[in-house]
């Protein structure tokens, strides 16, 4: 039965992508979206009933499907691991993919290839449940691909629009720098284990070097960083923001790109035996959150915030496992897809009220237009920005506190810096699109509508999620959500509590740096509006280059794109000039040689004969001249005749010369 | 006496699979006009048909070859009909009785001149590849060989396009210098191998080390050229983009895995000292051919040109596979072998099918093809997600065996080739993005029609497979197991073997010359 269940989580979202991949144009759109946000309803009731058995045995359980690969001493299993990790991940993926799934038939509704998206977006369900269910490496890179492609898909899926097309094309590549690292690491996984399954590789971690553990640490952390959009490989996540809003919020917010802090706590085990990757980790996930704040605070598309927002707090989650605070990150990873789904959700409510428009200083006043949107917003940016006590503010604080009581008092910085920032972007984001002067296009503004229940629906859920998220998790490190996830997740050194005072201290002062980032937005964009222009024009240089993004996708392109093309164009030259040179050069010389087969046959050979031809002819005259028929002549021959005749009897016999004796 | 690696089954099934097809192209010359298609179309199908039991009737726990026949055919030097087939072997040999029929289908419209020699020559040149993948006398393979490249020829020079002689004169330069030294390393074997022509027989001879040296380079021009390896590729490209699609879905499909499939029948057991020894140089070449394909691929603006030079980097995988020398690499060399069989091959297809639609072949010509042809643009973005090796289909498989023996063998050359995924992907999405996504093109686009029935049913057996290799890649491998096992047994065996030998004709000299310089010390205390 539980074997049931289990595999059924997969398969039924697997069973409506075949259904509406092969049958869709026979059948209703209606018939297309009901199996589309069903089959992940049924899956997330499974996922509910294989979460509440695991409550109740805490054990870790496998069931194996079937033989996928064997080859030579390698076999492997389509396989799924239960257990407390894997539960979390199935509950947020199944619910908040279910939400969003209800979302989009209002979202989506009317637009050409309608069955096409609950095709991509229910593959997308299957590949990201493989990825958190597979027992063994190999099953969660069919998982860690298959949403890949599915990004890639729904990101092209709007595919007449170069735009879009571009910005697939983008993703997938970027991710597959990243997947070439992941594939080393399951290759080096491989060869010291000699197996891929995650229980018995755990079991067996510690006969492994340091050097070898950080090693696979690191090449993970390459697929974790393409992945989870991180630097350097973050630069797809933004330009990804050209799928559907649906697709946006579901897959590159709460979901897959949350699959490279899956995989990090999944292989705990190896990372708390390589310090240095950790270390590399930590850094990679601060330097990201504050990174890339730091662009969202200029940015002026609501997406792009939001996506930049969505790399920051991904950086967060980097964070926390680099400093070994792997409950802490799964807590800020279901938290962030709470409170991401319910902003992005909300973000394409304003959209689909603005009748497409996406950027910001084409909006303001909105409040009074669209409450709802309003309020779910408001919900969703109090939730990040870490306000008490919605669920942002537990899980990162946890965060932050963890690195301050660890000691890790750079990085710490690092994320109070990213915090204020964070509260400071999603407050100018709220200012500028629903309060203060409407500055939209009067064309749109007869339009603006508030979106049916159909959407408005999941998203009042997600703002309640936003709001009572984080209550699993207190008190921080000791809430019941780290107990369950405690048999998963235990490190090393893990074990130590902070004294009451420090806690509240440390709280009080998260609470104290997003009112700060509030207060700062409110001034700037409510209160003095004219303030942000003066600020901006004050440091030309620095706005211009946030504005850019730091010229980094500039960068890329002359670093690595450029010369990659270029690469290819030299290949193309050496291939057609130098080794097609070579051949033809075999070409022409075999011609050349049958040229000058025939020119010797012609001058050389046939000249030789006839040269003997004429010699002999010619010689014939100068001897017919000897017979002259005058005495003296002949006499004249016979001496000469008679002389050469003695002289070769003498040499003969005396073995010298005439001229040789005469001078001896 | 090799009687007994041979066991000899009732019906001639390898005969029967082999000629029916040449018998078909008899037949073709007495039906009327209106029946050249189907006949052709019957006699592929038939001879599909006829090829399936043997996946079934194969028996996977046994070594040596099956279904084996043995006609003695000159008396002097001793030359048989002999043939037979392994896990080595079967899988190619269905991979191309399943392209034949899809090839006849394939050139339905497209061929409009000399239709009824056109598929006769399709068929002849079914009958040589299968000939070639049976044959197990060394005389009995070099005419296979040398018999499938004159229908090949004349698909390029008769059928081909406007640059056609000088492709057709490339390919011949290139295949004349592998087929003339392939015919001496033949001749070398035989005398050195003890008189035979039998392929077991001279498998198991043992050669010097220095003999196989020589040899080693033979085979290396030999199968090199057809793999093809850098740098012997560029008769490829040139080959593809003048043949007819029909021919170059056999090039690329089943004509490309001679080489490789040279390389493991021969090479390797044949010569596992020379292989050992050279085995750093093939994975360089190896690794080069992966790059230097890929980053041909990214340059080429011509369609054909991209897949062919996306099949010089596949192959690549393929040959970097093959001399990782372990199960892995080798079976995923096999694997990837089919893989590429049924993708690049498909992906040919993709491209006549729009060049039948809009006569160009560049991707500049072709773009937005997703709005006019939806089910066309389904199949392009399926076979390309095929061939960068996603897994799920068929040549994530392949690769990642391949990748996983190349890591057990050597870790840095495991990671070059890892970078030739990343740029497969690059390439391959790349070119869907130009082709099938983007603005539909004004006039030209909107009259494009979709696929059709006929080409329906080349796309859907193609795609099964695709998936159905993706996901339950084992009953494949299974085919593969007990020849692969083989065939790294014997390599070992015959190291050591020779080893042994070595040392004892090294102990043998030495006794030799101290009973030669005892005796010289003896002659000169006599004196």
């Known amino acids: 039965m539980f074997d049931l269940l289990v595999t059924l989580i997969p398969a039924l979202p697997l069973t409506a992508v075949l259904l509406n991949g092969l049958l869709g144009t026979r059948y209703s759109h209606e018939v297309a979206h009901r199996l589309g946000w069903g089959s992940v309803a049924v899956s997330f009731l499974c996922a509910i009933v294989v979460f509440a058995d695991t409550l109740k045995t805490g054990v870790a359980q496998e069931v194996t499907v079937y033989t996928w690969i064997f080859g030579g001493d390698l076999t492997i299993n389509l396989a799924f691991l239960i257990d407390p990790l894997t539960c979390i991940m199935l509950l947020v993926v199944t619910g908040v993919g279910f939400l969003i799934h209800l979302y989009s038939v209002g979202y989506m509704h009317g637009e050409r290839g309608f069955t096409r998206f609950f095709t991509y977006m229910n593959l997308f369900m299957v590949s990201m449940l493989l990825l958190v269910m597979g027992n063994n490496y190999l099953v969660l890179f069919i998982g860690w691909e298959g949403v890949g492609l599915c990004s890639y898909l729904l990101i092209g899926y709007y595919y007449d629009r170069v735009s879009a097309a571009k910005a697939a094309t983008k ?26 399954d995650y229980t018995q590789v755990f079991a067996q971690a510690g006969k492994l070097s340091t050097e070898t553990a950080t090693a696979i640490a690191i090449c993970l952390l390459i697929g974790a960083i393409g992945k989870s959009a991180q630097i350097p490989l973050y630069t797809w996540l933004p330009d990804a923001m050209e799928g559907p809003t649906p697709v946006s919020a579901l897959i590159h917010a709460a979901t897959m790109v949350t699959a490279g802090v899956y995989m990090i706590v999944r292989n705990h085990v190896l990372y708390d035996m390589a310090p240095v990757a950790m270390t590399t980790v930590a850094w990679v996930g601060g330097l990201t959150a504050l990174f890339a704040a730091t662009i969202g605070l200029v940015q002026n598309d609501i997406k792009r915030v939001l996506a930049y927002s969505t790399v920051s707090q991904l950086g967060y989650m980097f964070l926390a496992c680099g400093i070994g605070a792997y409950a802490a990150a799964i807590f800020h990873l279901m938290t962030h897809a709470f409170f991401k789904a319910l902003l992005f959700l909300s973000a394409g409510s304003v959209i689909h009220a603005l009748s497409g428009e996406q950027d910001i200083r084409k909006m303001g006043g909105l409040k009074a237009k669209i409450p709802w949107t309003h309020s779910l917003f408001l919900v969703g940016t109090l939730a990040i920005a870490g306000i008490f006590p919605l669920a942002g503010f537990w899980s990162k604080d946890e965060i932050m506190a963890h690195a301050f009581t660890h000691h890790y008092y750079a990085l710490y910085a690092i994320a109070v810096l990213g915090a204020f920032l964070t509260s400071f972007y999603m407050f100018r984001l709220t200012y500028l699109t629903f309060y203060g002067q409407s500055r939209v296009d009067h064309h749109v503004a007869e339009h603006i509508h508030e979106s049916p229940t159909v959407m408005i629906g999941p998203l009042v859920v997600l703002a309640v999620l936003s709001v009572i998220g984080g209550f699993p998790g207190v008190p921080p490190e000791e809430g019941w959500f780290h107990h369950f996830l405690r048999p998963a997740t235990t490190g090393v050194g893990e074990e130590h509590s902070a004294g009451l005072g420090l806690v509240v201290a440390l709280m009080s002062a998260a609470t104290v740096i997003a009112l700060m980032g509030w207060g700062l937005a409110h001034y700037l964009y409510s209160v003095r509006p004219e303030a942000a222009q003066r600020w901006a024009a004050g440091a030309p240089r620095a ?34 000039t130098v080794i097609d040179g070579m051949v033809l050069g075999v070409w022409r010389v075999t011609q050349s040689g049958s040229a000058f087969s025939t020119g010797f046959e012609k001058y050389v050979i046939y000249g030789l004969i006839n040269i003997m031809g004429y010699a002999n002819h010619l010689s014939a005259r100068s001897w017919r001249k000897l017979q002259s028929g005058m005495v003296h002549h002949y006499a004249a021959m016979i001496v000469a005749g008679l002389f050469i005749l003695v002289h070769l009897i003498l040499v003969w016999w005396t073995g010298s010369s005439v001229i040789g004796l005469a001078l001896r | 006496m090799s009687d007994t690696a041979l066991q000899t089954s009732g019906f001639p099934w390898l005969t029967a699979v082999v000629f029916l097809p040449l018998a078909g192209a008899v037949l073709l010359f007495f039906v009327k006009d209106a029946a050249v298609r189907w006949t052709a179309l019957a006699v592929a199908l038939a001879d599909l048909a006829l090829s399936f039991p043997l996946f079934f009737l194969y028996d996977r726990s046994a070594t040596g070859m099956q279904f084996t026949e043995r006609v003695a055919w000159i008396a002097s030097p001793p030359i048989n009909y002999a043939v037979g087939v392994d896990g080595i072997s079967l899988p190619l040999l269905l991979l191309t009785t399943l392209l034949t029929p899809l090839c006849v289908l394939v050139s339905w419209r497209a061929i409009e001149t000399r239709l009824r020699e056109f598929m006769a020559t399709i068929l002849v040149m079914a009958t040589a590849m299968l000939g070639v993948f049976v044959a197990l006398d060394f005389v009995l393979f070099y005419v296979f060989w040398e018999a499938m490249l004159i229908p090949m020829y004349l698909l390029i020079g008769v059928w081909g396009g ?36 039998d392929i077991l027989l001279l498998s198991k001879a043992g050669y010097s080390q220095t003999l196989q040296n020589w040899l080693f380079w033979a085979f290396f021009i030999a199968f090199a050229v057809k793999v093809p390896m850098f740098p012997f590729h560029t008769w490829l490209p040139d080959a593809h983009v003048e043949a007819p699609t029909a021919g170059s879905v056999f090039l690329a499909s089943v004509l490309l895995k001679m080489g490789a499939y040279g390389f493991l029948r021969f090479t390797l057991p044949m010569l596992p000292d020379a292989t050992a020894a050279f085995t750093p140089i093939m994975v360089g070449l190896s690794l080069i051919a992966i790059l230097y394909g890929a980053y041909m691929a990214l340059a080429q603006a011509d369609l054909k040109k991209l897949i062919a030079y996306s099949s010089v980097s596949h192959m690549g995988f393929v040959t970097l596979g093959i001399f990782a020398l372990n199960a892995q690499g080798i079976e995923g060399a096999l694997m990837q072998m089919i893989n590429h069989g049924i993708t690049t091959g498909a992906l040919f297809i993709c491209v006549g099918i729009i060049y039948e639609r809009t006569h160009s072949r560049m991707i500049a010509d072709n773009f937005g093809l997703a709005n006019p042809m939806p089910r066309y643009a389904t199949c392009l973005v399926i076979f390309a997600l095929s061939s960068l090796g996603l897994p799920g289909t068929n040549s994530f498989v392949g690769e990642f065996l391949i990748l996983i023996g190349t890591f057990l063998w050597n870790k840095a050359a495991a990671v070059v080739a890892s970078l030739g995924v990343i740029l497969a992907a690059a390439y391959l999405l790349w070119m869907v993005q130009r082709v099938a996504f983007g603005p539909t093109a004004g006039h030209s686009a909107l009259r494009l029609s979709d696929l059709n029935w006929r080409e329906m049913t080349i796309m859907v057996p193609l795609i099964v497979l695709v998936f159905w290799i993706g996901l339950f890649p084992n009953p494949l491998l299974k085919v593969m197991h007990t020849s692969v096992d083989h065939l790294i047994e014997q390599e070992d065996q015959e190291d050591r073997a020779l080893a042994r030998r070595d040392a004892r004709e090294m102990r043998e000299r030495r006794e030799a010359r101290d009973g030669h310089v005892a005796q010289v010390s003896l002659k000169a205390n006599n004196k």
């Not at chain 1, 500039?554 to 270029?566: A, G, H, N, Q």
């Open chain 1, 171 to 196: 993703a997938f590549v970027v991710n597959r720098i990243g997947d070439a690292g992941f594939l080393l690491a399951i290759f080096l996984v491989f060869v010291n284990f000699n197996t891929l």
């Open chain 2, 162 to 197: 406007p640059n056609r002689l000088y492709a057709a004169v490339k390919f011949f330069l290139y295949t004349l210098a592998g087929s003339v030294l392939l015919l001496i390393a033949i001749l070398v074997l035989f005398f050195q191998g003890g008189h035979t022509f």
């Open chain 1, 543 to 576: 706005y211009q280059t946030l504005l850019n993004k730091y010229y980094v996708d500039e960068i890329y392109d002359l670093l690595v794109v450029k010369p990659t093309k270029r690469l290819g164009m030299l290949c193309d030259w050496f291939d057609r």
